[in-house]
């Protein structure tokens, strides 16, 4: 068990107790990517909210105090490979921005006026669950998403690769689609169907008699789980406090306590709206004090 997890008394659902420390004395700088509007948009809101600095992403050279880092690409990545060496070895925090887990998506505009997009303190995404949070439901039942009873049932295994090159360049992913394919082949005879990303096929479609679901950071792997499929992540995916990370258990899968871990995933995400009033921020800085 890594030392930034530990086991929750009553539910056996990894409770986050490794507290960023606070912010203070230096102040965060985001930085912008060189990419399509709306990382700018996102992290240009929280600028212009909470004050802070912003700097382009290509300028890979970070500055005293938190990171603030949006996506992967365009200069993202350098930023986000320095940020988590940092972080390593001063403590120092960094905070990253990316799709939502529920109901997110990129889109904005007339069509889409208020986006999501997660904002995760020390990691790629929300891998433990932070007890505090995860006592309040509100805010996973206003996504008007629900909790299917876990599958007892199922036939084949749905293998969804990494998503981008940024992705695999992170978590040295590179061949894990192939060692992957390979390893489940000796331990399954189960039909194994592979979805790219991108695929046309309705993500619903795939999961109507699957198994489980094997992929290291897919967002797809939190819409199979609260499905109730089973799940196969990597250990900073955030479907792995429900799921299981060892292939091993492929016959045998892990079905965690859900409650808690969307309550909590639900306070990882803000809408637009909630960025550009401050009440994001708010959140954001109390999820830092140590």
């Known amino acids: 068990m890594s030392a930034d997890l530990a086991p929750a008394a009553a539910t056996g659902v990894p409770v986050n107790r490794n507290r960023a ?12 990517p060189d990419d399509p509007p709306w990382k ?3 992290l240009q809101t929280l600028a212009a909210q909470a004050l802070l600095r912003t700097v382009p992403a290509a300028d890979a050279c970070l500055r005293a105090g938190p990171a603030i880092v949006g996506g992967l690409a365009r200069g993202s990545l350098d930023v986000m490979r320095a940020a988590r060496v940092r972080r390593a070895e001063t403590g120092e925090p ?4 990316d799709r939502a887990y529920f109901n997110g998506g990129h889109q904005y505009g007339a069509a889409h006026p208020n986006p999501r997009y997660r904002f995760v303190w020390n990691a790629y995404q929300h891998h433990a669950v932070d007890a505090r949070r995860a006592a309040d439901l509100r805010r996973f039942e206003r996504t008007g998403l629900r909790l299917e009873a876990w599958r007892r049932g199922g036939r084949h295994v749905l293998v969804c690769p990494p998503a981008t090159p940024e992705v695999c360049a992170l978590f040295n992913l590179f061949t894990w689609a192939d060692d992957t394919l390979q390893r489940l082949r000796q331990l399954t005879d189960r039909p194994l169907r592979v979805r790219p990303k991108g695929d046309p096929t309705p993500l619903m479609t795939d999961l109507a008699d699957a198994h489980a679901v094997v992929t ?8 199979a789980a609260l499905a109730g499929v089973p799940v196969f992540v990597h250990a900073e995916s955030a479907a792995a406090p429900v799921g299981s990370t060892d292939l091993d258990r492929i016959e045998t899968p892990a079905r965690g306590d859900r409650a808690l871990w969307a309550a909590a995933l639900a306070w990882g995400q803000f809408e637009m709206s909630e960025i550009a009033s401050g009440v994001a921020w708010g959140v954001l800085k109390e999820d830092v004090t140590p």
């Open 21 to 32: 420390p606070d912010l203070a004395p230096a102040p965060a700088t985001i930085y912008l």
């Open 40 to 42: 700018p948009r996102v």
């Open 94 to 97: 960094y905070l990253f921005v």
């Open 216 to 223: 290291p950071l897919s967002t797809v792997a939190i819409s």
